[in-house]
């Protein structure tokens, strides 16, 4: 059974945005530490944007710094990626990901399905 579910992608232009979201119905997602994950094809999925365990400003890939925001909407148990002025190289499947302390792919990390992004 898929406790995450994302939504919210689709086809932008360059320079456009959009914002995938992530929920789930059996599991408080404030009960975990979550990320944002994407994956092109043929190449290693990679950390895009999470919370950190000790770093209250969270973490973000170079490559989307100032670019991409995380997010939680805490009484909607949902948690957000908005991502402005996208580019070719964000295109890839966006996964979301929860951990009970950001020790990411690691037995106790949860994956949803992916939200695909494509960027044109």
């Known amino acids: 059974h898929v406790q995450l579910v994302e939504s919210g992608g689709g086809s932008v232009q360059a320079g456009g945005s959009l914002r995938v979201s992530c929920t789930a119905s059996t599991l408080n997602l404030g009960d975990y530490c979550m990320g944002w994950f994407r994956q092109a094809p043929g190449k290693e999925r990679q950390r895009v944007a999470s919370?950190?365990?000790?770093?209250?400003?969270?973490y973000y890939a170079d490559s989307v710094k100032g670019r991409f925001t995380f997010s939680r909407d805490n009484a909607k148990n949902t948690v957000h990626l908005q991502m402005n002025s996208l580019n070719s190289e964000d295109t890839g499947m966006y996964y979301c990901?929860?951990?009970?302390?950001?020790?990411?792919?690691?037995?106790?990390?949860?994956w949803g399905r992916g939200t695909q992004v494509t960027v044109s």
């Open positions: 990901a929860a951990d009970p302390v950001c020790s990411w792919y690691s037995s106790t990390s949860l």
């Open positions: 919370e950190a365990l000790f770093d209250r400003s969270g």
